[in-house]
């Protein structure tokens, strides 16, 4: 497909058959996907399987052009998930416990706030806008991105009260 997917709201359950290479956007968000095995592999814009039921990003494309949006799903781990996002990357209000298989490069925002996170391990180690990762349980900030160019959103977490009043000045709250 040259130009934008649009296969949203429709009650699908598999993206098997879908086009293999997109020239610009693939919608395939609220649905009752639980895979993303048959998605394209090649996404020349933005990416959007939010608001499914999704337990595995396998399946996913390995590079997005634009944004990659799989929020509100079930999933517990980012394994599959593209390695480089030339947009945002929002996984907020899913079950993560752990952020490995993350992309290791986002160029826009990155979103994991409101999930079961304990530790960063696994973050991008470079993101271009801002990084939130409140609403979780960091009690560690180890696998912290090497490089954030935006805001670092890190309350509502047991860490937040022990990072001292002069280090709040790098976090929003």
Request: include cysteine; aromatic fraction near 10%.
């Amino acid at each position: 497909v040259s130009e934008s997917f649009y296969c949203h709201e429709n009650n699908l359950t598999s993206l098997e058959g879908a086009p293999q290479s997109v020239g610009g956007d693939f919608y395939s968000y609220r649905n009752n996907l639980t895979s993303l095995v048959g998605a394209p592999q090649s996404v020349d814009g933005d990416f959007w399987c939010h608001d499914n039921e999704l337990t595995s990003l396998e399946g996913a494309p390995q590079s997005v052009d634009g944004n990659f949006s799989c929020y509100n799903n079930n999933l517990t781990s980012l394994e599959g998930a593209p390695q480089s996002v030339g947009g945002d990357f929002y996984c907020f209000g899913n079950k993560l416990t752990s952020l490995k298989g993350a992309p290791q490069s986002v160029d826009g925002n990155f979103w994991c706030n409101a999930n079961n996170l304990t530790s960063l391990e696994g973050a991008p180690q470079s993101v271009g806008g801002d990084f939130d990762c409140s609403y979780n349980n960091l009690t560690s900030l180890k696998g912290f991105p090497m490089e954030i160019k935006g805001e670092i959103v890190l309350s509502i977490n047991p860490i937040w009260n022990q990072i001292g009043p002069m280090d709040r000045g790098i976090v929003t709250g």
